[in-house]
């Protein structure tokens, strides 16, 4: 059963990600902060990554490239509330699997992740 | 002892007896003038007897000054055989001389010749007594007629001088010689005055006291001023009379003199115009100082040169060529006591040291002399000359200097009046120009009395014409209906306190239109035995108010446009706060629908996913609701409401913001604060201002954390206290109160208006706003709101 770690620093969106993904049969962790996420012991084994841009302390695109430099290539999926235009390149580029804007429908959320899972 | 004295001695002596008793001393003699007899009367008064008186024993009775003449003249007589009679004094036995009158008459014979001499010798001393002291009288009349103070004479029944005293011919220039037997009219009476003259010179003959002051003249026709008494003196015969002049020209004078000055202090009082006033004065002087001609000039603003005052007697052309005259050391009398300060003297041009060419000038105009002193006012400025001018050579005599210094005086009075005066009613214009563009009256009142009285202005603001005499009860009448309560009890409070007061209400008048007034008294009195009386203010503050109201409305439209406009660039971060739960919503959506479709359905884990749907359509609510309240236009009602609720809704709405600023906010919030009565949007509208702010101030921070704090807390007076903190760059002290004005940024976007908007915000609300730096970086904006009292809505 593939492990798709949630990290986002609304509650909410944690919560619904964690029942619609086990709702659908995955195993989820979620994290308030990019840095719980560093701290937890599921880096090596996450399969897919739904991480929010922009949270207090360090945001989506900084945890992708520390992720990175510790060597660690996870697909991830960015999510954001955010109208921001120039984000979803930027990720994008920098090898995220894709970029949802919050509200996203369940078909974009399961096309994105299953489109990690591949890449994974 | 002769034969006769034999006759007599041997006497019968009833005859005897009989020239014994006559009371006088009787006595015979001699034809030689020897003594033959005396009676016994002479030896009594004596003490001589008999044998000592007969002979020339009787000079030894006989006062010894008196001897030598009264034997001479016996002797004339006896010579002459002619009856005679002297006085003389005769001693008296105790040794007292009295005056008698000798007698002798003597006895012929056929032929002629003396054969007896009889005498009687009476006792005259009373007689004697009362002509000497008449004689005495007399002279002291005498004495007094002629060194009397006053002008005598004594008239016949025609009037004719019978005599005059020294005095007389003093004051009327006549000698006695002159005057005696003329008739007094001829001396005396003026030709314009001959009818008063003969009228009571008719009264005088008909025995009436006449008494008057006219005029008479003297013999080198001057007239003089004189009172007069007209006595008649009665005698047996025809009316005569006295007549007494006492010479009152001088009194006269002084009296004319004062009423003169009187006149020109009632002028100068009564506030007459100026030139009427020293135009008199030169009449006066000149009536004063026969021969003189008075001249008034003025100097000028800046002390340089002379200017034309009056001079009513001195031909225009000499004084247009004096106007515009510089003053200096040698330019004439006039610019020279201007100049010097001191009098000026100058008996006759032709000798004085003056220019030529001055002289050549009044000598042009038949001028001689003149007299110029300095009018000096109170302060000592030079405000003018009086100078006197005179048709021949003269010098002033000590009374003329009295004159001249005496009406310059007055002079300098009726001009420094003039001045006051002057400037009083300039200052007065002013005043009421700067009361009608400062739509500003004064009033003073004093309750004791309800004497009120109001400046033109004051009129003008209550719609009364100021022949209405002000009233509290006017006043009163035209006070809105609505304010009178508050008119009444600070009217009353000011009163009972007499203390200063200030307050605003309104005016409705009856064609309904409503004026705002603002009061401010103070107390006048300062003497607490003084009875009470404030003066003051009334301001018409109807277009402040108006304007006041214009610019609220504005305000509002302003604080809704930067409203608008704050949100629209917050508007990413709103979508977001918006999007975070719609995406929770549409996530937990698909979740319950998966759950129900599973077989077996999990039932719970769909309740679980529809609460959650459930709570976060309900935090997108709250933002919506939230927002559209920012968004409305107006947002003048005040409502009670707590500070700490606006704060927390408004760092909901920007902490998306916050967040895109890479800034954290925290809140400490104090419990149980009171309320405050207040414009919700309004203050949302502060806090988001400061927020974003704060926000903004620490947008180029990179080397700490951006932080915003915010606490409320009680304020040292009761009301309720909001500090919004931040890291940022903090405020240079010149900026400190800069920040706060319109259109004032240090920012490359914005109009500036945000923290201007906040500050009318608070100052609406009647709080304070102000900034203040950290100890450590970033600065504190800190605002106060009054606690709500509990009163009635606030309009």
């Given at each position: ?120 | ?256 003199l004062?009423?003169?000055e ?19 004065l030169?009449?006066?002087v000149?009536?004063e100082c026969?021969?003189?001609?008075c ?42 006591a201007?100049?010097?300060r001191e009098s000026v003297i ?25 007299w110029s002193v300095p009018i000096l ?8 000359t009086f100078a006197l ?7 002033p005599r000590q009374q003329d200097r009295e004159t001249i210094e005496q009406f310059r005086d007055l002079a300098s009075i ?382």
């Amino acid at each position: 059963m593939p492990l798709i770690c949630v990290v986002d620093d609304d509650g909410s969106i944690r919560e619904s990600l964690r029942g619609l993904l086990e709702s659908i049969g995955f195993a989820v962790e979620t994290f308030p902060s990019a840095q719980t996420f560093l701290d937890s012991t599921w880096l090596g084994n996450t399969d897919c990554l739904i991480l929010d841009v922009r949270m207090p302390g360090m945001r989506g695109p900084e945890l992708q490239r520390e992720l990175c430099r510790r060597g660690y290539d996870i697909p991830t999926v960015f999510i954001t509330a955010h109208g921001d235009e120039d984000i979803r390149p930027r990720v994008l580029s920098e090898g995220a699997v894709d970029c949802l804007l919050k509200p996203f429908s369940e078909a974009a959320l399961l096309g994105a992740i299953r489109k990690a899972l591949a890449a994974a | 002892m002769n034969d006769d004295t034999a006759e007599i001695a041997t006497l019968p002596d009833p005859y005897r007896f009989a020239i014994d008793t006559i009371p006088g001393l009787v006595w015979t003699s001699l034809p030689d003038g020897n003594v033959d007899f005396v009676n016994q009367r002479w030896l009594d008064y004596t003490g001589l007897s008999f044998e000592q008186a007969i002979g020339c024993g009787w000079q030894a009775a006989v006062c010894p000054d008196d001897l030598p003449r009264l034997v001479d003249y016996w002797h004339s007589i006896l010579e002459s055989g002619t009856p005679g009679e002297f006085e003389a004094r005769l001693r008296r036995h105790d040794g007292v001389d009295r005056w008698f009158l000798f007698r002798g008459v003597p006895q012929c014979d056929d032929r002629g010749g003396v054969i007896k001499w009889y005498g009687q010798t009476t006792d005259i001393e009373d007689r004697k007594r009362a002509d000497e002291e008449l004689k005495r009288q007399t002279a002291h009349l005498d004495e007094l007629f002629e060194l009397a103070p006053h002008a005598v004479v004594l008239v016949d029944a025609e009037v004719r001088v019978i005599r005059v005293n020294r005095e007389f011919t003093r004051m009327f220039g006549y000698t006695a010689e002159e005057a005696v037997g003329r008739p007094l009219l001829d001396l005396v009476a003026p030709e314009e005055r001959l009818e008063e003259y003969r009228n009571n010179a008719r009264m005088l003959s008909s025995g009436q006291k006449v008494e008057s002051e006219t005029v008479r003249r003297r013999k080198d026709g001057v007239r003089l001023q004189v009172s007069m008494t007209a006595s008649p003196v009665l005698t047996a015969g025809p009316i005569e009379g006295y007549i007494i002049y006492r010479d009152i020209t001088e009194r006269k004078r002084a009296e004319a003199l004062i009423a003169g000055e009187t006149r020109l202090l009632e002028m100068i009082a009564k506030g007459e115009p100026l030139p009427q006033t020293l135009e008199a004065l030169c009449r006066l002087v000149e009536q004063e100082c026969s021969g003189a001609t008075c001249s008034i000039l003025f100097v000028d603003e800046d002390g340089k040169r002379l200017r034309h005052g009056v001079a009513p007697g001195l031909p225009t052309a000499y004084t247009s060529l004096l106007d515009g005259w510089p003053i200096g050391p040698e330019e004439g009398p006039c610019a020279l006591a201007a100049f010097s300060r001191e009098s000026v003297i100058v008996e006759d041009f032709r000798t004085s040291s003056l220019r030529k060419e001055f002289q050549a000038i009044v000598a042009g105009y038949g001028l001689r002399a003149c007299w110029s002193v300095p009018i000096l006012s109170r302060d000592r400025r030079v405000l003018g000359t009086f100078a006197l001018y005179f048709r021949e050579p003269r010098s002033p005599r000590q009374q003329d200097r009295e004159t001249i210094e005496q009406f310059r005086d007055l002079a300098s009075i009726a001009i420094e009046r003039t001045e006051a005066e002057n400037a009083l009613r300039r200052s007065q214009a002013h005043l009421a120009k700067a009361q009608r563009l400062s739509l500003t009256g004064s009033f003073s009142w004093r309750p004791a009395t309800g004497a009120i009285v109001w400046s033109e202005e004051t009129y003008r603001i209550y719609g009364l014409d100021p022949s209405v005499r002000p009233t509290l009860d006017v006043v009163r009448e035209r006070v809105h209906p609505a304010d009178l309560p508050l008119f009444q009890q600070t009217l009353e409070v000011a009163i009972r306190d007499g203390k200063d007061f200030a307050f605003e209400y309104r005016l409705l008048f009856p064609d309904g239109a409503v004026k705002h007034l603002q009061i401010t008294a103070h107390r006048s009195s300062a003497d607490a035995d003084e009875s009470l009386e404030f003066v003051g203010a009334v301001m018409d503050v109807t277009e402040r108010k108006r304007s006041e109201d214009a610019l609220d409305r504005m305000r509002l439209n302003l604080a809704h446009v930067t409203r608008v406009s704050t949100l629209g660039q917050m508007a990413a971060s709103i979508a977001h706060e918006i999007n975070q739960p719609l995406a929770a919503i549409t996530i937990n959506g698909n979740a319950s629908l998966r759950w129900l479709a599973s077989e077996p359905p999990n039932l719970h884990e769909a309740r679980e996913a529809t609460h959650r749907i459930v709570r976060d359509g309900q935090r997108a609510g709250d933002v919506i609701t939230r927002l559209r309240s920012l968004f409305r236009r107006d947002g003048s009602a005040k409502e009670r409401l707590g500070m700490s609720e606006v704060v927390r809704e408004m760092v909901a709405i920007t902490r998306a913001e916050v967040q895109k600023g890479g800034a954290s906010i925290h809140t400490r919030m104090a419990e149980d604060l009171p309320l405050v009565a207040g414009d919700r949007v309004q203050l949302q509208q502060l806090m988001l201002n400061l927020i974003m702010n704060a926000v903004e101030a620490m947008s180029g921070v990179h080397d700490r954390r951006r932080e915003i704090i915010i606490t409320t807390g009680p304020g040292e007076g009761g009301e309720v206290l909001v500090a919004v903190r931040d890291s940022g760059v903090g405020l240079d002290p010149e900026e400190q109160d800069k920040v706060f004005d319109a259109f004032y940024t240090t920012r490359q976007t914005g109009m500036g208006m945000g923290l201007a908007i906040s500050r009318s915000i608070v100052e609406h609300h009647g709080g304070r706003l102000w900034a203040e730096p950290n100890d450590g970086p970033g600065a504190t904006f800190l605002f106060t709101i009054p606690r709500d009292t509990g009163g009635a809505p606030c309009p």
